[in-house]
Each structure stands twice: as structure tokens, then as C-alpha cells.
């Protein structure tokens, strides 16, 4: 936030990029909040609705900020998965509202807004088509520093002309002689080749909130000492409670850029707060320009609107320096919260948060920030649900069915860690399938997109497709089916819904007001719902403006507490082909049929849960006599899957194994998307990202309760 103006003229970027304001008002369309405060507080469930509301007060009161963060991270996934609104949408709207301030996107490389990598032409078309829709400034960062992935990234958002920002993942602690990867020299040699590879500005994303005051004034400030001329930006979080101090420590050393958010939307995993740093500025030399007083006009609204957003809320109370210890990036923290109680591991988080530490010591101490991030949650849970350290994890490798995106990060799929892959761990989760060396993408064919556009509307119709869907669904095919099958079903007004109303059940004689356009309402009321009909279904009456009306409607609570998981047969841990559930999920896929013969290795079914699928795979060779579960059934952690027994005369040699159990099958060959069957995070998204268990007690909106 700092008033350095000179370089980012030179660099004849905005003149108006100078002051990097991410507000809760912008956690979709501001540096820090319309993004990642909302995505760090409130696991990315903020709508776009409660951001248009925002968008004029921002449009006039952050006019002197640099940027708002308001797109890209987990905010694409969770739009289209948990909010069913279309996030190219979202962007074209709210830089209809906001024309006078920089737009910024989070780009993950290689893996655009993705969880795994992409063939070069659709993160090509990605970029191309979000600078079209309102992007101006790309902070293209890799989930492991990986320099050719963040080289590519640069490469295609300077193509589509934007404003690239190379940035630099932080992780470690310069502070402490005893970490001896991620150093000073480690730092200045990735900026030196982002600097060579042509830049516009460099960013310093510290995604968990390590970077401490005394580490930031030594980092910018070499950063500023080799290069003069260059835009700095610095984005942390306030986790351990020190974001204030290490944003202001950073503007005094140079960062001519720093984040923060809305006062009601800062602290503790978002970012510092910016009325804080705004008032501690004011009359300095580093002025960032905002007044203070117009901030608490956004700072009110955004506290009010907050509240809706409560069951999304992760209950952390107070900042905590255990950051320091588990390294868990603030935006991942409360979408982990969600998938860890979904998993039933909600009374085991303080355990969770130990393995997460285990786990990323397991993997090589990498960085960790979307997908990769993913990858180490995905394995803590997977250690607390089979009761591993980390050390039982390296000797039971080899018997373990790993979630997918553990066995995808070990064979490469995300790109290649700065100090290398962890032996024998690799090795033994890996059982010899395939690998790749150098960047994901280079290796992949380009993918049909007009092909794919032509299956799309084959599908759903000329008039229901355009080239963002198109992209949509290469980046999130089985996202994108769903989300689009919805909307067919009720509508793309699903996103004029007031919040209430979309979150939680409507209450008889509740009235809901929804503003279809400017100047045009309409006025809806719930006057009672009928018996539940064997059918699993209810008429439900309402009036809509005054007139009374009857539809039927699919209670979806009923079904699922009708629907209960049946009691199910556990695996017998004594005998090794008696195979059971890693984890809590629901069957994706069943792979084998009884009487198949199988090799070990060889995928079984597939399991997901949330945001995290893991291929269950036969510990070894033998026929299948049993086969427990079918598709889409509800398994807890144990319960038997598949029976194999190695003495039958037709099972096949004890050595023989598939190449690659993760490969997609038949069915996920036709479908458009990454390298293998669609991971979802991110997580988040989320990398992110997802808090699927609110939802699944509350009804998403009136039309589909």
C-alpha cells in the first residue's frame, strides 16, 4: 500500500496500481477480500449478489487503490460447484460497476484455476478470455516455485496482454538459521530468473502469513536493493496476528504495493487489517491516499453482510502463532476445517493440524499453496483417519490406496518441487507407474476445444453454451455438468436469490423479495408444504406477487435421512485382500466385477469425498470373490469394498501390475479436462477452496429445497 508510484509508471502499467486495497466488499473483486479474505474466513462462499451491492461505495471509496483481488484462486471452482453461478459472470459484472480500479486475478500457472496442469492452448484460451472480461493484472505464482510452470504463465498472460506479476511463494522462515532450504540466495535466484523472463511486477505471496516483520524488511529489501526499478508487492495473511507489522515493515523497506482487507473482513487467516494500516500510514511518506473515515462505510456493510455467511464461519477465535508450526496457508485453513468434519474428523482438527505438519515433512517440506497445499490436507486427513505418523506412513506405503492427489503430485503431474520428490517414499506410493520429468503441459496434446464446444451444445443447446462455458468445462468437466444441469433446472435467477434465501429454508409466511432487474421485483411468500408422498417429494405453496400457486418438489432432506448408509460388512485388517475404505466417502466408480481376475496395483473403485478422490487398489493379486459396494454408495472409513484371494488358480502373477491405476477410465475418457479424471479441489479449489457439510442440512434456495 505503499505511494511509490514511480516504478509502475515506468513500467506503463495503471497509474492507478499503486495501492493494493482487498476488501470484504471485493473478496470477488478486491485484493484481498473479494477473493481471499472471504476465501481464508468463509470457505469462498461469498456471492456475487452481496458483492454488486458493495461495488459502487468501492468503486468511489478505493479509487487510489492499486488493485482488487477479486477473481481466480478457489472463487471459479466454489462459484460454479457450491454457489451455481457462473464466475465469468461475476467478473463482467462487477467491472461494469467498478471500471476505475485495476482488476487482479490469482493465476496458478500452468494450472490456470485448476488442481492439476492443462495443455498449454486452454490455459492460453483462459487468460485470452479473462483479460477480455475485465482482468488487468495476472499474479501468476506455482504451487512449488517451479520455475518453467511460472515461465509459462507469464508467457500466455503477456500474450493476452496483461500486466504480469511473477511471484515469488513464501515459505520457511528467513529468520531462523536452522531452515537451510528456503534461504535468502533461494529467494533472490527465483526472482533474478522472473526478472530475466520480462515481468511487470514481482509479487511475494505469503499464503499462510510465515513471513514475520524482521524477514520481510530483509527479503523486500534485498529485492529492492537488486532491482530498483521493478513493482513490489507483498501479500500475507494474519494468522499468527503480525500482518500489520510485516506489511508496514515491508512498505518501509520498498514494497511499493501491500494487501490487506476491510476492516470486517480482516485478521486472523485473511489478510492484516486496512484501516490499521490506512490510519498507521496517514501523513508519512508512504500515504496510501485512502481515507480512513469512507473506509468504515465499507467496513459496516461488509460486517453486516458477514453474518449471513455464519455457518461458514471456521469459530477461529483468535489469532494463533501455531501457524508458525503447521504452515497451513489462511485460505486453505477454513475449506480444510469443512472437509475434515465432512470426513468425520470434525472432533479430531487439532489432529489434522499435527498431520499436516508430518505430512508436508513426508513430502519433502515443499511449498505449499494451491494444488499443492491440497496435496499435503489430502494426506494429513489420510494419516488421521488410518492412524499414521509419518514415519508408520513410509513403511506402510506400499500397502495403502493413496488419495489421487498424492499419487499425482509424486508422478509429476503438478510440476517438479525445488529440492526434489522424498525416497523411498515416492518409490513405494508410486509401485512403478509412470512419471513425468520437466513441466506437465509441454507433454500434453492440445485439446479440441471445438470439439468439445461442439458436444457441449450437441448437449445442452446453441442458445445455452458460449466460449466461457466451453472453458468452464475444460478446466472443471464434471463441475461444469452439474452446474449447468442445475441452471437448466432452475434458472440462472438462482443468483438473484437474497442469501437467506439461498442458505437456509424459508419460513411460512416468510416473504422474499427478488430484484430480477433494475426497477423490476418480484415478491415471493411460502404458505405451507404438504405430507412427504411415497415419492420422496412434497407439493409446496406459495404465493408469488399475491398470486397463490402449488409446485412439487423434491425434499432432498428426507431422501438423504431415508437414503442413510445401510450397515455394511467392515474389512477384516487380517486378512490383505479383504479391502476396505481408506477413508469416509462416497463410490465414484467401481472398476472390478466378481470372477475378474486382478493384479496388484490394479485399480478397484474410486472414492470421493469433498474435494478429495482417492483410487482404491488392490494390495495384491488374486480373483475377485467379492464385491461390497455399487456406485454412489456412502462408505465410513473401514468398511469393506472388494474381497480378493490370491490362492484361486487363475490369479494372476504375484509380480504382474497395471502401469498406471489412476488412468482415466472408459467412462472419464470422453469427458474434456486435465490429464487424468477431474481432482475438483483448491480448493480448493482450494486449493481451496469446500464446506459442502452446511450445505448438505440446508436447502440451497426456494425452487430446489
Not at 327 to 343: D, I, R, V, W
Not at 462 to 491: C, G, W
Not at 613 to 640: F, R
Request: hydrophobic fraction near 40%; aromatic fraction near 6%.
Amino acid at each position: 500500500m505503499s505511494a511509490r508510484q514511480g516504478p509502475a509508471c515506468r513500467l506503463r502499467v495503471p497509474p492507478t496500481y499503486r495501492t493494493c486495497a482487498s476488501t470484504a466488499a471485493n473478496s470477488h473483486a478486491c485484493c484481498a477480500a473479494r477473493r481471499d479474505a472471504h476465501q481464508s474466513l468463509l470457505a469462498t462462499r461469498m456471492r456475487t449478489h452481496d458483492m454488486l451491492k458493495a461495488a459502487p461505495a468501492t468503486a468511489a471509496i478505493l479509487g487510489s487503490a492499486g488493485s482488487l483481488e477479486m477473481w481466480g484462486g478457489a472463487t471459479f471452482d466454489v462459484a460454479l460447484r457450491f454457489l451455481h453461478e457462473c464466475p465469468w459472470r461475476r467478473l463482467e459484472q462487477l467491472r461494469e460497476q467498478v471500471p476505475n480500479i485495476p482488476f487482479q486475478m490469482l493465476l496458478r500457472g500452468a494450472n490456470a484455476v485448476g488442481y492439476t496442469s492443462y495443455p498449454d492452448n486452454v490455459v492460453d484460451a483462459f487468460t485470452k478470455q479473462a483479460r477480455i472480461s475485465g482482468v488487468d493484472i495476472f499474479r501468476v505464482f506455482d504451487s512449488l516455485n517451479y520455475i518453467d510452470n511460472l515461465k509459462f504463465g507469464i508467457d500466455s498472460v503477456t500474450a493476452a496482454g496483461g500486466i504480469a506479476e511473477g511471484t515469488i511463494c513464501y515459505s520457511g522462515d528467513l529468520t531462523d538459521p536452522t531452515r537451510t532450504k528456503y534461504t535468502l540466495d533461494y529467494y533472490m535466484d527465483l526472482a533474478e530468473q522472473l526478472v530475466d523472463h520480462g515481468i511487470h511486477s514481482l509479487g511475494i505471496k505469503d499464503m499462510a502469513g510465515l513471513l514475520k516483520p524482521r524477514a520481510a524488511t530483509q527479503l523486500v529489501g534485498a529485492l529492492r536493493a537488486r532491482f530498483p526499478d521493478l513493482v513490489i508487492h507483498v501479500h500475507t495473511h494474519d494468522s499468527a496476528g503480525t500482518g500489520v507489522a510485516t506489511q508496514i515493515a515491508a512498505a518501509e523497506a520498498g514494497a511499493d504495493i501491500i494487501d490487506c482487507a476491510i476492516d470486517s473482513m480482516s485478521g486472523l487467516t485473511s489478510q492484516p487489517n486496512m484501516g490499521a494500516i490506512v490510519n498507521a500510514l496517514a501523513g508519512t511518506e508512504l500515504d496510501t491516499g485512502v481515507n480512513p473515515r469512507h473506509l468504515l462505510v465499507l467496513s459496516n456493510y461488509w460486517e453486516a453482510t458477514r453474518e449471513l455467511y455464519a455457518p461458514f464461519e471456521s469459530n477461529m477465535r483468535y489469532s494463533s502463532s501455531d501457524v508458525y508450526q503447521h504452515e497451513m496457508p489462511g485460505g486453505q485453513y477454513t475449506n480444510l476445517k469443512f472437509q475434515a468434519a465432512s470426513l468425520g474428523l470434525g472432533n479430531a482438527w487439532d489432529k489434522v493440524q499435527q498431520s499436516y505438519a508430518a505430512a508436508n515433512r513426508a513430502l519433502g517440506d515443499i511449498v505449499k499453496v494451491t494444488p499443492s497445499s491440497k496435496v499435503v490436507g489430502d494426506l494429513a486427513q489420510f494419516m488421521v483417519q488410518n492412524e499414521l505418523d509419518e514415519h508408520g506412513l513410509v513403511e506402510k506405503a506400499e500397502q495403502l490406496s493413496f488419495p489421487g492427489s498424492v499419487v499425482e503430485f509424486m508422478q509429476g503431474y503438478i510440476g517438479q518441487p525445488s529440492f526434489g520428490f522424498p525416497e523411498p517414499l515416492r518409490s513405494k506410493i508410486l509401485k512403478g507407474k509412470p512419471t513425468i520429468e520437466g513441466r506437465p503441459g509441454a507433454s500434453m496434446p492440445p485439446m479440441e476445444l471445438d470439439n468439445l464446444e461442439a458436444r457441449l451444445v450437441e448437449r445442452y443447446g446453441r442458445n445455452n453454451i458460449t466460449h466461457k462455458d466451453v472453458l468452464s468445462a475444460a478446466l472443471y468437466p464434471k463441475v461444469f455438468e452439474e452446474y449447468q444441469d442445475f441452471v437448466l433446472k432452475y434458472s440462472a435467477l438462482i443468483e438473484k436469490l437474497p442469501t437467506r434465501a439461498f442458505l437456509a429454508p424459508v419460513k411460512e409466511d416468510e416473504e422474499v423479495e427478488i430484484e430480477l432487474s433494475k426497477g423490476v421485483s418480484s415478491h415471493i411468500k411460502l404458505k405451507a408444504a404438504g405430507e412427504l408422498q411415497d415419492s420422496g417429494k412434497r407439493e409446496v405453496y406459495f404465493e408469488a406477487n399475491g398470486v397463490p400457486r402449488v409446485v412439487e418438489v423434491e425434499d432432498r432432506r428426507s431422501a438423504e435421512t431415508l437414503g442413510k448408509k445401510a450397515i455394511r460388512e467392515k474389512a477384516d485388517v487380517g486378512i490383505l485382500g479383504s479391502v476396505g475404505a481408506p477413508m469416509a466417502g462416497t463410490v465414484i466408480e467401481v472398476s472390478v466385477k466378481a470372477g475378474q481376475p486382478v493384479h496388484a496395483g490394479q485399480q478397484l473403485a474410486v472414492l470421493s469425498a469433498m474435494k478429495m478422490e482417492t483410487a482404491v487398489c488392490a494390495p495384491i493379486a488374486g480373483v475377485v470373490t467379492q464385491v461390497a459396494v455399487d456406485k454412489t454408495d456412502n462408505l465410513d472409513a473401514g468398511d469393506l469394498i472388494v474381497l480378493i484371494d490370491a490362492t484361486s488358480p487363475a490369479a494372476p502373477a504375484l509380480n504382474s501390475m497395471d502401469g498406471d491405476p489412476l488412468r482415466v477410465s472408459s467412462e472419464t475418457e470422453s469427458q474434456p479436462g486435465s490429464l487424468t479424471a477431474s481432482l475438483g479441489d483448491n480448493g480448493a479449489r482450494t486449493d481451496a477452496a469446500a464446506a459442502a457439510a452446511a450445505e448438505s442440512k440446508q436447502p440451497q434456495s426456494v425452487t430446489a429445497a
